[in-house]
């Protein structure tokens, strides 16, 4: 098995369970508090390496996993549906798929709102100012409602790196230093 077919395997496993907490979510009229959750879920596992290494480690048995999982999800106050779909992947040991499912759960948020969600990469944190002109722009682009999803890559040195869709659009000082630097191997 290749590393492609695995990928594909836990993108499968991902969709079957986003799927199913987002029509329960959608029944019960919660799509607005479930989107809030995966924010939260996405923010605690972006900057805790311990629920990270929890949910990815094949140490921790099923009992610990679980265990572990339903009280982070308690005391992060998450919707019940939520809360039990972490438990049975715990139980069924596909916690690793969850940042696959957060990212299809928002997918299909969005599609459901009518919105795109834009991944914006920048040197700098941007400013709220500056993430509603960007989605203001954008939205006279793709004529679509767009959440912007921001992270910080301070490599780029300055400029960003806009992606919606199959679209990607890079302003980045690296990506032109690169540009120059090609050039100039050409020339000499």
Known sequence: MDVSETASISSGIADRYAMAVFD??????????????????????????????????????RDEQADAIGAVAAKMGLTKTLQNVLSLMASKRRLFVLPQMINRLRDLIAEEKGEVTADVVSAVKLTDKQSKELASTLKTKVGKDVKINATVDDTLIGGLIVKVGSKMIDTSVRSKLNSLQNAMKEVG
């Open 24 to 61: 329960l979510a959608n029944e019960g009229k919660e799509l607005d508090k479930l989107e809030a959750d995966l924010d939260d879920l996405s923010a605690a596992l972006s900057s805790s390496p311990e629920l990270t290494d929890l949910i990815q480690s094949p140490v921790y048995s």
